[in-house]
Nanobody
């Protein structure tokens, strides 16, 4: 079983910054790609950023240049540094990860980010 726990959400003014963190725990041999998704009210969940076990990253177009994903393999954590936040970044942010090269992803419970204009 794998558990992902997010932290770091909150309320911030437009133009501000937040850092989200996610810690993985449980029984696994390896953590493969780790991801941040978000879901805004009335919208589908979307992939925001991904990072491979080797550190390769990918970003959704609207966050490129503003968000940075990073991971600490020794601590089994992944972070999302969010700068220049916009009201349209308001959403529940979810951490996800694949382990042991399985196809399924494990999910965290989500953390709310609200960006006020």
């Amino acid at each position: 079983q794998v558990r992902l726990v997010e932290s770091g959400g909150g309320l911030v003014q437009a133009g501000g910054s937040l850092t989200l963190s996610c810690a993985a725990s449980g029984s696994f041999r390896s953590i493969n790609d780790m991801n941040w998704y978000r879901q805004a009210p009335g919208k589908q969940r979307e992939l925001v950023a991904s990072i491979s076990s080797g550190g390769s990253t990918n970003y959704e177009d609207s966050v490129k240049g503003r968000f940075t994903i990073s991971r600490d393999n020794a601590k089994n954590t992944v972070s999302l540094q969010m700068n220049s936040l916009k009201p349209e970044d308001t959403a529940v942010y979810y951490c996800a990860a694949r382990v042991n090269y399985a196809l399924n992803r494990y999910w965290g419970q989500g953390t709310q980010v609200i960006v006020s204009s």
